[in-house]
């Protein structure tokens, strides 16, 4: 069983950055995929970005270039450094993984992105 809780969120003026982190309560070195999903309002949940096991990474093209993420084993937290944000990465970002063949969500947490 993996817990996970997303915390960084926040408001922040377009142009700035904000770092989100995911820390687990169970390992995350057994993970096959690590992800950032976001959710605006009246919106489709969407991938903005993954780690595999073995660090690839993959990004939307909405946020390629602007968004890093990255994991840390030893502290089981998954990270997404966001740069250069924009007034539609405003959403709620949430945490998953996927362990095995089961699938862990976070509660989210909120950026919201000001002019």
């Known amino acids: 069983q993996v817990q996970l809780v997303e915390s960084g969120g926040g408001l922040v003026q377009a142009g700035g950055s904000l770092r989100l982190a995911c820390a687990a309560s169970g390992s995350i070195s057994r993970a096959h995929f690590l992800s950032w999903y976001r959710q605006g309002r009246e919106k489709e949940r969407e991938l903005a970005a993954t780690?595999?096991?073995?660090?690839?990474?993959n990004y939307a093209d909405s946020v390629k270039g602007r968004f890093t993420i990255s994991r840390d084993n030893a502290k089981n937290t998954v990270y997404l450094q966001m740069n250069g944000l924009k007034l539609e990465d405003t959403a709620v970002y949430y945490c998953y993984a996927l362990v095995g063949v089961t699938n862990y969500w976070g509660q989210g947490t909120q950026v919201t992105v000001s002019s």
């Open positions: 780690i595999t096991s073995i660090g690839s990474t």
